[in-house]
């Protein structure tokens, strides 16, 4: 990424948020945005930046904000040390299952494949069949259905559409 002098105000809103984040090492993100030392200490004191740290602070630490802030951090820090363990998960004289399981556990930190299990997992959901009976009914009223992501039962078939009245109790 270019320097952020002469001063861009959407580049200063990034480098104050990276900083808030607190994800990379300040050095490193000065290094990223092409910011010395000096230059740093200037917009420091730049109300704009300011601004924007502070705004980026409030953001990022938000509780709601927990679990978006744990998965980044995660997977910077995974980013930052996966060269790391290449040296070990592509060493054919470790044991196969400890270098699937490095791999897998990075992956999952990352959050790589996460989301095609949650499709599927969503996709296959409970089924369930109600049947009730009343008296004076020769049949029962069949309720067949599918468990969804928020719990509401999807019919599927019903005997309760039919135009027979219900009897009363």
Same mark, same amino acid.
């Given at each position: 990424m270019g320097s952020i002098l002469p001063i861009d105000e959407e580049k200063l809103r990034q480098f104050a948020t990276e900083l808030a984040r607190d994800i990379k090492p300040p050095n490193h993100v000065l290094e990223e945005f092409g910011v010395s030392e000096a230059d740093y200490d200037n917009i420091k004191e730049m109300r704009a930046f300011k601004a924007f740290y502070e705004a980026a602070l409030v953001e990022w630490n938000a509780a709601a904000? *927990?679990?978006?802030?744990?998965?980044?951090?995660?997977?910077?820090?995974?980013?930052?040390?996966?060269?790391?363990?290449?040296?070990?998960?592509?060493?054919? *004289?470790?044991?196969?299952?400890?270098r699937v399981g490095l791999l897998q556990t990075l992956a999952k930190?990352?959050?790589?494949?996460?989301?095609?299990?949650?499709q599927q997992a969503?996709?296959?959901?409970?089924?369930?069949?109600?049947e009730i009976h009343l008296n004076?009914?020769?049949?029962?009223i069949v309720?067949?259905?599918?468990? *969804?992501?928020?719990?509401?039962p999807k019919l599927t078939e019903s005997a309760l559409a039919d135009d027979e009245p219900l009897d009363e109790f």
């Amino acid at each position: 990424m270019g320097s952020i002098l002469p001063i861009d105000e959407e580049k200063l809103r990034q480098f104050a948020t990276e900083l808030a984040r607190d994800i990379k090492p300040p050095n490193h993100v000065l290094e990223e945005f092409g910011v010395s030392e000096a230059d740093y200490d200037n917009i420091k004191e730049m109300r704009a930046f300011k601004a924007f740290y502070e705004a980026a602070l409030v953001e990022w630490n938000a509780a709601a904000n *927990t679990q978006k802030r744990a998965k980044l951090k995660a997977a910077a820090m995974t980013e930052e040390v996966l060269h790391l363990f290449y040296p070990d998960i592509s060493d054919r *004289t470790e044991p196969l299952n400890a270098r699937v399981g490095l791999l897998q556990t990075l992956a999952k930190i990352g959050g790589l494949g996460q989301q095609e299990v949650a499709q599927q997992a969503a996709g296959s959901g409970q089924f369930f069949k109600l049947e009730i009976h009343l008296n004076g009914r020769d049949s029962p009223i069949v309720i067949d259905g599918q468990s *969804t992501n928020n719990l509401a039962p999807k019919l599927t078939e019903s005997a309760l559409a039919d135009d027979e009245p219900l009897d009363e109790f």
